[in-house]
C-alpha cells in the first residue's frame, strides 16, 4: 500500500511508479468515485468516443461503398440474427 501525504492546501502528490501504474501521465485527468465509510476509488479519465472518430477509423479500410438499402438490410439481417 502507498501512503501519500496531504498538503495544507489539501493536495497531494502521487509517486511515479503510481502514476505509471494507474496509465496517467501529464496532462491527463483523474477520477474519484466516492464510495460510503470514506473509501474512494481513484482511476484514469479515459475520453469517450465520438461517431467522427469511430467512422474515421473505418476511412480508406475498403473501396465498396454500399447503398442506403444496403446498409438497411445488413442491419435487418442483424437483428434477425442472419448472417
Known amino acids: 500500500m502507498t501512503t501519500l501525504t496531504v498538503t495544507a492546501r489539501g493536495q497531494v502528490t502521487f509517486r511515479k511508479e503510481v502514476l505509471q501504474h494507474l496509465g ?3 496532462g491527463d485527468k483523474i477520477e474519484l468515485d ?3 465509510g470514506g473509501r474512494g476509488i481513484l482511476k484514469a479519465a479515459r475520453p469517450t468516443g465520438t461517431i467522427d472518430g469511430f467512422v474515421g477509423l ?4 475498403t ?4 447503398t442506403l438499402e444496403e446498409i438497411d438490410e445488413a442491419a435487418a439481417q442483424g437483428w434477425a440474427g442472419q448472417e
Open 24 to 26: 496517467i501521465k501529464p
Open 34 to 36: 466516492l464510495l460510503p
Open 58 to 61: 473505418l476511412a480508406g479500410r
Open 63 to 66: 473501396r465498396k461503398v454500399a
